[in-house]
């Protein structure tokens, strides 16, 4: 976490798949995020993320994912609110797929702290 506040999360993989001979199956996510705070009640973040999979389940496959999310911490109530939508996107030769649409909203409280 940077003093002023953003964040940021890097990923990245490749492995083979030499069991079944198919094509390396590989992964890059990308996340951006900001604290700061938005009520007086507590601290609120704020994150964007990308993510890009290719051959993961069968070769040709080309898979994408992006999302926003909202936090608001309420630290003297022990609890957390979110919100977050998500896209999922597949293309795989031959076959055609609808895009997958998320979104959640909840609270997480916690006892005993």
């Given at each position: ?21 198919g094509a390396d199956i590989s992964f890059r996510y990308g996340k951006l ?33 992006h999302g926003v999310a909202f936090v608001h911490k309420v630290s003297d ?34 006892f005993g702290r």
């Open positions: 976490m940077h003093a002023s506040g953003f964040n940021l999360t890097l990923a990245a993989s490749q492995a083979d798949d030499d069991d079944s001979g995020g900001y604290r700061t705070e938005v009520f007086a009640l507590g601290g609120s973040i704020f994150s964007i993320d990308y993510g890009e999979y290719d051959d993961s389940d069968a070769a040709g496959d080309e898979g994408t994912t109530w022990g609890t957390e609110f979110y919100a977050t939508g998500r896209n999922y996107q597949l293309d795989r030769p031959g076959t055609s797929f609808e895009d997958i649409d998320i979104m959640l909203t909840g609270a997480r409280l916690k």
